[in-house]
């Protein structure tokens, strides 16, 4: 299949190549303590890595409407991961295959290999109507619905950030 | 662009005419300017570098955020240090890619140092 040029006014997003085992574990988000305010900087940041991104599915330069989440590798706890939040109190993670269950494609980008996207609007190519914001936002709370429960963050160094935790 | 780990202290500067365009046309974000940071990025975000990224349009003051700067970096789950690495223009002439690499201490670890140890900084 041959792809067309990326679209101008958009940058190409490095994908890497590999499949993604569906066991692997995400944290999806260190969040604040309050879901909403989560649902709104996932939507918000969609948003903003679609007026930037592109990356090609299925032979199209499709918008990337992103969620940037991290892997934490078997054998690893999220601890790895969450300690570069150290000011959000919460935390919530979810199996790539639970990602996938619920309609979104996990796509791995970046030279970071434990950093991946997670397409929250799927298909939309540039000369199409962008999704509305509710549509984003709903697209977050679904994906938010897929993480287990709400786990305190064991690298929260409090409101003000009094420390920063060490192994 | 290179890794955060390759050459820390590098910069990709950016014209001082170009500087002050931007800054003329700019109004500061009012996230940026409620939370009492530099710029509002989402600490999760990842450029193809392993670069923090967000866009000029989120920071309070252009002049604050040149490449080369020490900021403030806001978001809803709190405030991190950052250094800016460049702006990427390649998207957009009027409101660049802010290129960020976050630092591992926290705001207030540094001012407690600055002032344990009397730095006329502090």
């Given at each position: 299949?041959?792809v067309?040029?990326?679209?101008r006014g958009?940058?190409?997003r490095l994908?890497?190549p590999g499949?993604?085992?569906?066991?692997l574990?995400l944290?999806?988000?260190a969040?604040?303590?309050n879901r909403s305010a989560a649902?709104e900087e996932?939507?918000?940041r969609?948003?903003?890595?679609?007026?930037?991104?592109?990356?090609?599915q299925?032979?199209?330069?499709c918008?990337?409407?992103?969620?940037?989440?991290f892997a934490?590798?078997?054998?690893r706890?999220a601890?790895?991961?969450?300690?570069?939040f150290p000011?959000?109190?919460?935390f919530?993670e979810?199996?790539?295959?639970?990602v996938r269950?619920?309609g979104?494609e996990?796509v791995?980008?970046?030279t970071d290999a434990d950093?991946f996207?997670?397409?929250l609007i799927?298909g939309v190519?540039?000369?199409d109507?962008?999704?509305?914001?509710?549509?984003v936002?709903?697209?977050?709370?679904?994906l938010l619905?897929?993480?287990?429960?709400?786990?305190?963050?064991?690298?929260?160094?409090?409101?003000?950030?009094?420390?920063?935790e060490?192994? | 662009m290179?890794?955060?780990?390759?050459?820390?202290w590098q910069v990709e500067e950016?014209?001082?005419?170009v500087v002050?365009?931007?800054?003329i046309a700019?109004a500061p974000?009012?996230?940026a300017v409620?939370?009492?940071?530099?710029i509002v990025?989402?600490?999760?975000?990842?450029?193809?570098?392993g670069?923090n990224?967000?866009?000029?349009s989120?920071?309070?003051?252009v002049?604050?955020?040149?490449?080369?700067?020490?900021?403030v970096m806001?978001?809803v789950?709190?405030?991190?240090?950052a250094?800016?690495?460049?702006?990427d223009?390649?998207?957009?002439?009027?409101?660049?890619?802010?290129v960020?690499?976050l630092?591992?201490?926290t705001?207030k670890?540094?001012a407690d140092?600055l002032?344990?140890?009397g730095?006329?900084?502090?």
């Amino acid at each position: 299949m041959t792809v067309p040029p990326a679209p101008r006014g958009r940058k190409t997003r490095l994908v890497r190549p590999g499949d993604v085992p569906d066991d692997l574990m995400l944290v999806i988000r260190a969040v604040p303590a309050n879901r909403s305010a989560a649902v709104e900087e996932m939507a918000d940041r969609a948003q903003l890595s679609a007026s930037v991104y592109v990356v090609e599915q299925s032979g199209k330069w499709c918008l990337l409407f992103g969620v940037s989440v991290f892997a934490h590798r078997l054998g690893r706890d999220a601890t790895d991961v969450l300690r570069r939040f150290p000011r959000a109190p919460m935390f919530v993670e979810a199996p790539v295959g639970t990602v996938r269950a619920a309609g979104f494609e996990v796509v791995p980008t970046g030279t970071d290999a434990d950093h991946f996207d997670v397409q929250l609007i799927a298909g939309v190519v540039e000369p199409d109507a962008p999704p509305s914001e509710a549509e984003v936002r709903a697209a977050a709370t679904r994906l938010l619905d897929t993480t287990g429960e709400w786990r305190p963050n064991p690298s929260y160094a409090g409101e003000a950030g009094e420390r920063f935790e060490e192994d | 662009m290179r890794a955060p780990w390759d050459k820390p202290w590098q910069v990709e500067e950016v014209d001082p005419a170009v500087v002050e365009r931007l800054a003329i046309a700019h109004a500061p974000y009012r996230e940026a300017v409620e939370m009492g940071v530099d710029i509002v990025s989402d600490p999760h975000a990842e450029d193809d570098d392993g670069y923090n990224w967000t866009v000029l349009s989120r920071a309070r003051d252009v002049n604050d955020v040149t490449p080369g700067s020490t900021v403030v970096m806001g978001s809803v789950i709190g405030s991190y240090l950052a250094k800016v690495v460049a702006w990427d223009f390649e998207v957009s002439g009027t409101d660049p890619i802010v290129v960020l690499d976050l630092l591992p201490v926290t705001p207030k670890s540094v001012a407690d140092a600055l002032a344990r140890t009397g730095s006329p900084a502090a």
